[in-house]
């Protein structure tokens, strides 16, 4: 057999080609240009566009001999679209600019481009452009756009003194999973798939719209908390006996002698959402209440006691 096509022996125009003939081309209520053009043109019905942009770095958000390409490009793409859900808004489109070193090989990349079409389609958008370029490792670079129609957009910024604290999705798995895999682990499937592709609750969020603050958990429940508190200036109350922790979790926890609550409070890139609501009858069925929002410093405060930390600071020491 002879050595697999790497994207030096193709070109970036060639690869530009292969990866456009995997994507599912945007509908045309959506886009009405997409691949093969200096821009896309997307519609922003209602007048107000969304926009978010997130990295993955090979080495840091993904290893190539933990995950597979699909999953690289369905985690890429699914941490942008839930920024947009957390807006209270719908996705249109996704761009993605991909740094690749010579020796990529293409197989790889299309398997790449198949992860990311997939995520994108289980919300009914397309990759609808992007970027090549060579570089010493590889990093992705996804930029979500999206609409708010006649919606208010759902800012970090509306929490209220007085508002329901409530989650929705998984917590804590990407983080047990993440322990698995530095151990050598690949069971259980659920928990360290879960470190590999997130499933951001889509669905869930869409629930939410009257909630006065949301935002989508990357960095840890804790640390995205604080980012609602600080920005509405009031304080946060969690209370962990209302926070039910997985058997799974708690399976994983026993093994290594770890407490699965503090991967459920400090543990990052679940894309769950926590948001903020006017009283309990105003929190969607399947979210789970957590605590309160009230007067006092925009500080978190876990069963009373002050958290300062936790959470995931790419520059942290």
Known sequence: MGAEQTVSDIGEFALINAISARLTPPSAENTS????????????????????????AQGVHFRLDWSSANDVGRKAAAQNLADIYAMGAKPTALLVALALPADTPVSWVLELADGLNEEAQKVGVSVVGGDIVRADAITISVTALGELGDRTPILRSGARSGDILAVAGKLGYSAAGLLLLSRGFRSPRAVVNAHRVPEPAYDLAEQALH?????????????????????????????????QIPADLQEVGGAFNEDPLQWILTGGEDHAFVATFSDALSVP?????????????????????????????????
């Not at 240009?33 to 993955?56: F, K, P, T, Y």
């Not at 949301?214 to 926070?243: C, F, N, Y």
Request: hydrophobic share 45%.
């Open 33 to 56: 240009v997409g691949i093969g053009d200096d821009s896309a043109i997307i519609s922003a019905r209602g007048g107000q566009a969304v926009a978010c942009v997130d990295m993955l």
């Open 285 to 317: 069925k399947s979210w789970n209440i957590i605590g309160h929002m009230e007067e006092g410093p925009a500080q978190v405060l876990v069963d009373g006691l002050l958290t300062e930390s936790g959470g995931w600071d790419h520059f942290g020491a």
């Open 211 to 243: 909630a006065t603050a949301m935002i989508d958990i990357s960095d840890g429940l804790v640390s995205d908390v604080r980012h609602i508190a600080k920005a509405s200036g009031v304080q946060a109350r969690i209370e962990t006996d209302r926070i």
